[in-house]
């Protein structure tokens, strides 16, 4: 378990990271609202912090508010149903400067305050801010172009054209969740316990744009990330257009995904398939991570924001599971088959009742692995992602699977 001087340095490097993105954004853009289903960007500038402050020193160790009018506004984020999106207006939010001398402020406080909080207050603060990090890069991604600055541009790995197959993936016992004393994790990542899994066989590669262009020209819908120019399919990247690259992975939805799969007769995994093909070994033992126990670098995958967009799915194979699957971890979230339901045991935490409790109905869908801008302690094999099924905007691509 790390130590306090330890949680310190690691939030100081994710308050690095959230800065550094927020610096992309261009001010006038702040009152923005990227994506319809989420709050302008205003919101999320202030929320990390408001976040920190809420669960640190307000809820935790219950020290006197210096704003609570901010603390209210920037508690909680939204997940609307289609349709029901939200009506603020611009107006309705303090300007920059001024959600800025609140964040200093709190950082200040909460810095004071860090020796005193409990181990799991500051692991639920860090994780969040990684995981806020990942979501202000995506509602970025949605940013028109010139509304954000481009960053120095980083020299991407290439790889030789994917021959797709098939692998076999044994049958075997799998491990989901975790244990307390393994270490902190998020609410729905307990409690531990084991599932077999049928021999099954899933692609050793997601699914790429050249797969998934064969879907749309045989009248599929595009994904909502591409854009047809005369003849030529584009790819809306991080920072600008470009022709669309055929190895790499297709982000699409839940339902993009099962469509597809369902097109070429096979399904989408469970979330116990992905743990057997990502962790499992053909004996019985599991590994921490697909390559085994070692930690993540970024010769093993495309993930901790070495890059922001993707990158081939042959790039990295170092980083091929034991059976020889490719990229489980990192290059885009994968979606799965199984919806975000608890596991036996599930019990909320007291200062966050909310994170898990309120998506667990059918329209929200387990995600495994790692996008480009997933922070490296959120690579832990128990950790669970989760979005709607049809929401578009996520960096999720999938794979397919055959049952025997």
Same mark, same amino acid.
């Given at each position: 378990?790390?130590?306090?001087?330890?949680?310190?340095?690691?939030?100081?490097?994710? /308050?690095? /990271?959230?800065?550094?993105?927020?610096?992309?954004?261009?001010?006038?853009?702040?009152?923005?609202?990227?994506?319809?289903?989420?709050?302008?960007?205003?919101?999320?500038?202030?929320?990390?912090?408001?976040?920190?402050?809420?669960?640190?020193?307000?809820? +935790?160790?219950?020290?006197? !508010?210096?704003?609570?009018?901010?603390?209210?506004?920037?508690?909680?984020?939204?997940?609307?149903?289609?349709?029901?999106?939200?009506?603020?207006?611009?107006?309705?939010?303090?300007?920059?400067?001024?959600?800025?001398?609140?964040?200093?402020?709190?950082?200040?406080?909460?810095?004071?305050?860090?020796?005193?909080?409990?181990?799991?207050?500051?692991?639920?603060?860090?994780?969040?801010?990684?995981?806020?990090?990942?979501?202000?890069?995506?509602?970025?991604?949605?940013?028109?172009?010139?509304?954000?600055?481009?960053?120095?541009?980083?020299?991407?790995?290439?790889?030789?054209?994917?021959? $797709?197959?098939?692998?076999?993936?044994?049958?075997?016992?799998?491990?989901? *969740?975790?244990?307390?004393?393994?270490?902190?994790?998020?609410?729905?990542?307990?409690?531990?316990?084991?599932?077999?899994?049928?021999?099954?066989?899933? !692609?050793?590669?997601?699914?790429?744009?050249?797969?998934?262009?064969?879907?749309?020209?045989?009248?599929?819908?595009?994904?909502?990330? %591409?854009?047809?120019?005369? +003849?030529? %399919?584009?790819?809306?990247?991080?920072?600008?257009?470009?022709?669309?690259?055929?190895?790499?992975?297709?982000?699409?939805?839940?339902?993009?995904?099962?469509?597809?799969?369902?097109?070429?007769?096979?399904?989408?995994? !469970?979330?116990?398939?992905?743990?057997?093909?990502?962790?499992?070994?053909?004996? !019985?033992?599991?590994?921490?991570?697909? %390559?085994?126990?070692?930690?993540?670098?970024?010769?093993?995958?495309?993930?901790?924001?070495?890059?922001?967009?993707?990158?081939?799915?042959?790039? +990295?194979?170092? *980083?091929?599971?034991?059976?020889?699957?490719?990229?489980?971890?990192?290059?885009?979230?994968?979606?799965?088959?199984?919806?975000?339901?608890?596991?036996? *045991?599930?019990?909320?935490?007291?200062?966050?009742?909310?994170?898990?409790?309120?998506?667990?109905?059918?329209?929200?869908?387990?995600?495994?692995?790692?996008?480009?801008?997933?922070?490296?302690?959120?690579?832990? /094999?128990?950790?669970?992602?989760?979005?709607?099924?049809?929401?578009? $905007?996520?960096?999720?691509?999938?794979?397919?699977?055959?049952?025997?």
């Amino acid at each position: 378990m790390p130590s306090v001087p330890q949680l310190r340095r690691a939030l100081g490097e994710a /308050r690095s /990271r959230t800065d550094a993105i927020f610096s992309l954004i261009k001010p006038e853009a702040f009152y923005e609202r990227p994506i319809p289903e989420r709050h302008r960007i205003i919101f999320y500038f202030g929320h990390l912090e408001a976040f920190d402050w809420n669960q640190i020193c307000r809820w +935790t160790l219950d020290k006197p !508010s210096f704003h609570p009018e901010f603390d209210r506004l920037f508690e909680a984020g939204i997940d609307p149903k289609e349709g029901d999106l939200p009506q603020d207006q611009p107006s309705d939010w303090p300007s920059i400067a001024q959600v800025q001398q609140y964040n200093s402020q709190v950082r200040r406080v909460v810095d004071k305050a860090l020796g005193e909080a409990p181990d799991q207050a500051l692991h639920i603060a860090l994780e969040h801010r990684w995981m806020h990090a990942e979501t202000t890069a995506y509602i970025l991604h949605q940013l028109p172009q010139e509304r954000k600055i481009t960053p120095l541009p980083s020299q991407e790995p290439q790889g030789p054209p994917p021959q $797709h197959e098939m692998i076999e993936i044994l049958a075997g016992r799998v491990t989901l *969740g975790r244990d307390p004393e393994e270490g902190f994790g998020w609410d729905n990542e307990f409690a531990k316990h084991l599932q077999d899994v049928p021999l099954f066989v899933i !692609s050793k590669y997601k699914v790429t744009n050249g797969q998934y262009l064969k879907f749309v020209e045989d009248g599929a819908a595009p994904p909502p990330f %591409w854009s047809l120019q005369g +003849t030529q %399919w584009f790819l809306q990247a991080m920072f600008g257009e470009i022709p669309l690259p055929y190895d790499w992975p297709v982000y699409v939805s839940q339902w993009e995904a099962k469509a597809y799969a369902e097109w070429t007769g096979m399904d989408l995994p !469970s979330e116990a398939q992905f743990h057997r093909a990502a962790y499992g070994t053909r004996t !019985s033992e599991e590994r921490m991570y697909p %390559w085994g126990d070692e930690p993540p670098n970024d010769a093993r995958g495309n993930f901790n924001f070495t890059y922001w967009d993707p990158i081939p799915v042959t790039a +990295t194979p170092l *980083g091929d599971s034991d059976f020889g699957v490719s990229q489980l971890v990192g290059n885009g979230w994968e979606w799965t088959s199984t919806p975000f339901h608890p596991f036996e *045991g599930f019990t909320p935490y007291p200062t966050y009742t909310g994170y898990s409790t309120r998506f667990f109905d059918q329209d929200h869908y387990v995600i495994k692995g790692a996008s480009p801008t997933t922070a490296n302690c959120l690579l832990r /094999r128990s950790f669970r992602n989760w979005f709607r099924q049809g929401y578009p $905007h996520a960096h999720a691509g999938f794979r397919c699977v055959q049952n025997s």
